[in-house]
């Protein structure tokens, strides 16, 4: 049997299964992506996570010993009060009732809009698209500000997330409406809809600002965003949706990666270019938009935290979607325990993360410019 | 049994391409696709690799209508080279190749010792693998069309479509590319569909031409049959010489001198 097997179409039988290819640089590293492998990388990121909310926990306007988070934390999970003896009585209940919905429902949103705007980078082939290119936070908003402008309370504390919801779903389905033609959907039709829809909702909530008179504050207020005062049943809501679409985006990285080489290789290579770019879309938008209903509109995770990550995974969709939602996470929080527990008075959490995330994302884009890798 | 055309209608919105074409292509042949700009080149293509419909009549692939067939098993049937072969995120070249395998390989599914074996062997047949690991972003254009050209070598299928695969690569590479598809046609009788803008280089590689004008096709069979000067002349309106070559063993076409040619009187150079 020869050694030498000609051609592409190698056939199964003839391949010699010892010979070591000469493959130049074998060992070389495609720069920093590599250099640990992904199951690290996850678990690493999955570990600072897990720090980040015991000590996001511990700290605030009232200092818990970090020791005493876990015991806190195990006392209710495994139903067994006696653990929290010798600890300040009120320690439980601020752990428990007041700080984990936050910072949950704040892990988690940032989690799902890094996610989200993975996604769309992905499917729109546009480095900067973000989970709002598609208008979706312009129709929360709206949503939003017309509840709190008719003074909706149908549905108690919901009615202003569930408004801000469904203008951001009526929102997306505009949008993919009027980009769709004969061809199924072209990105730069999908950016242009959504800049159209986008500017015409934005001049609708500048009206519903000038007629609210002092309701003005409160629609400033929910724009910038806010995890104050979030309940258990916020996170569950949240986590329970951002899981779904999630599972839905790891399903289809592959498709997803597929997508960057043009769609009509894509199709060649088995995706069906009718339905998976649409799915993933509306996926992709409606985790932005159960993130917005919950904490307002909190710009730059969603457009940050991918760029960073493809730098430390590459661009390979299977990789980077469970590093995003472990970073998004990881920033968010960070940022709100920072407004929480490290500034003297609480800011909108929009603004900071646009504040840091605006000029951070100037930095990467400069150096990406100029050629270099890493941020 | 390749691919049966069968009274083929095929509009884009309301701007007719195709109007009752048939066409039948057996399997262990290369066939060339040559004609002017517009012609429906592209999208013949397009209609045989499943991306498009026809509004009317029927594609049969293996006796089956191409309908029939999912896009998972048309992915392990048919490759594509398309003629666009931008990549928009800083993948590897090998990732990309190794894309060529994702039709073969579960979702989730990590490639196996012989799918990294078989892409190797590509990239060093296509002469991609000194920038295995440079971001194909980063690559030359040709660079980059060797690349997708590797791609789609490596999805190892039966059919190989190629829209104008090598018209950004030089000569060396045009060659040795085509000399591959064309091995594995000779070799394991596969067939490979290409598209052309250079009629000497499909027919010094293809055992059959097929040669269109807009929206319908003029002649096919044999590349030795189909060749010829007043042939030439009808589809692109151009005066031509078809002879034999020996050199090239292959018919070869050269054009009539244009009316304005420079002649410089300088003497040449090398260097």
């Known amino acids: 049997m ?47 996570l897990a720090a980040t909310v015991i000590a996001s926990t511990a700290m605030g306007y009232i200092q818990v010993p970090l020791s005493d988070v876990p015991r806190i934390l195990a006392a209710r999970l495994l139903g067994r009060p006696e653990l929290t003896a010798g600890m300040r009585q009120i320690f439980p209940a601020v752990v428990f009732d007041v700080r984990l919905p936050r910072i ?11 996610v989200s705007g993975a996604a769309f980078q992905g499917i729109l082939l546009n480095p900067l698209a973000d989970p709002y290119t598609l208008g979706v936070s312009a129709g929360a908003a709206f949503g939003a500000s017309l509840a709190i402008v008719l003074n909706i309370h149908l549905l108690g504390l919901h009615s202003v997330p569930l408004f801000a919801f469904s203008g951001a779903v009526l929102t997306l389905l505009l949008v993919v409406f009027l980009a769709s033609d004969a061809e199924g959907l072209s990105s730069n039709n999908l950016i242009l809809a959504g800049i159209i829809v986008a500017a015409i909702l934005s001049a609708g909530i500048s009206f ?42 790891v399903f289809y990285a592959r498709d997803l990666n597929l997508l960057s080489l043009g769609s009509r290789a894509a199709s060649s290579l088995g995706v069906n270019m009718r339905r998976t770019p649409l799915l993933l879309l509306v996926t992709a938008s409606l985790i932005a938009a159960v993130c917005v209903s919950i904490s307002g509109i909190i710009g730059f995770v969603g457009l940050l935290v991918p760029h960073m990550m493809r730098n430390l995974t590459g661009p390979d969709n299977r990789r980077l979607m469970p590093a995003c939602l472990l970073a998004g996470a990881i920033l968010l929080l960070w940022a709100d325990t920072v407004i929480r527990a490290l500034l003297p008075h609480e800011i909108p959490i929009g603004v900071l993360t646009a504040l840091i995330g605006g000029p951070f994302f100037c930095l990467i884009f400069r150096r990406q410019q100029s050629g270099r890798r890493g941020f | 049994m390749g691919f ?59 006796g089956r209508d191409l309908r029939a067939f999912s896009k998972k098993e048309l992915a392990r049937q048919v490759a594509l080279v398309p003629q666009d072969f931008f990549i928009n995120f800083p993948f590897s070249a090998e990732e990309v190749v190794m894309m060529g395998r994702y039709p073969r390989l579960p979702r989730f599914a990590a490639p196996s010792a012989f799918d990294r074996k078989f892409v190797k062997r590509i990239m060093s047949d296509t002469d991609t693998v000194n920038f295995h690991d440079r971001m194909v972003t980063a690559l030359s254009g040709g660079e980059r069309q060797r690349v997708v050209f590797a791609r789609a070598l490596a999805q190892d299928t039966p059919v190989l479509v190629l829209d104008e695969a090598t018209s950004n690569l030089d000569i060396a590479h045009s060659l040795a590319l085509l000399d591959l598809a064309a091995r594995g ?37 044999p590349t030795d049959k189909i060749l010829t000067a007043e042939r030439i002349e009808r589809v692109f309106g151009v005066a031509a010489k078809v002879y034999f070559d020996a050199y090239a063993n292959a018919r070869q076409v050269v054009f009539k001198a244009p009316r304005h040619k420079i002649q410089e009187a300088e003497p040449s150079k090398e260097y």
């Open chain 2, 4 to 62: 049966s055309l069968a009274h083929v209608d095929f509009a884009y919105q309301k701007r007719p391409v195709f109007n009752d074409l048939s066409l039948v292509m057996e399997p262990g042949r290369f066939y060339g696709l040559i004609g002017p700009n517009g012609c429906g080149k592209t999208t013949l293509l397009d209609l045989l690799c499943g991306l498009r419909q026809p509004d009317r009549g029927s594609i049969r692939f293996r």
């Open chain 2, 185 to 221: 046609v000779y070799d394991a009788g596969k067939t490979v569909i290409a598209s052309f803008q250079d009629i000497n280089l499909a027919a010094a590689f293809c055992s059959h031409l097929v040669l269109m004008q807009p929206g319908r096709i003029v002649a096919q069979g």
């Open chain 1, 208 to 249: 519903l600002k000038y007629v609210a008179d002092e309701q003005v504050a409160v629609i400033i207020f929910w724009l910038m965003g806010s995890f104050g005062s979030k309940t258990w049943s916020d996170v569950g809501l949240t986590a329970l949706w951002v899981a779904a679409g999630y599972g839905i985006l």
């Open chain 1, 104 to 114: 949950l429902s704040a892990a988690i949103v940032g989690g799902g809009l890094a």
């Open chain 1, 2 to 48: 020869t050694d030498v097997v000609e051609g592409f179409f190698v056939d199964v039988r003839v391949l010699p299964t010892r010979q070591k290819y000469a493959f130049p640089g074998e060992t070389l590293q495609t720069g920093f992506r590599n250099a640990l492998s992904t199951g690290v990388q996850m678990a690493l990121l999955a570990v600072v």
